[in-house]
């Protein structure tokens, strides 16, 4: 059987929520705050998620949460924090981006 590496289903299944704490924590240990551009977020989108995206992708994060992911087709991430499958391929997603 082929894998599809482009579902959610595939990136749900590489998350893992002990490597996620421990990612996590890294940004937390540095004091790594919200941007500004990701303020409008907060409540909507966990800070989970906007301190990584902050940090690794800048400015442009506000659009990244708009824009389709070339991981999974179809899906931006503000649409994958829509369940809690979504939200696991999301932060696999967010593991494998370049700091």
Request: hydrophobic content about 35%.
């Amino acid at each position: 059987m082929e894998t599809n590496y482009y579902t959610v289903e595939y990136n749900k299944n590489q998350y893992n929520e002990k490597d996620w704490n421990e990612y996590f924590s890294v940004f937390l240990k540095n004091g790594e705050p919200i941007i500004e551009e990701l303020k409008p977020f907060r409540g909507k989108v966990p800070d989970e998620i906007l301190i990584p995206i902050g940090r690794i992708i800048g400015a442009a994060s506000a659009n990244w949460l708009n824009e389709e992911l070339e991981d999974i087709p179809g899906y931006t991430p503000l649409s994958l924090l829509q369940s809690e499958d979504g939200t696991n391929a999301l932060k696999s997603i967010i593991m494998r981006l370049y700091c």
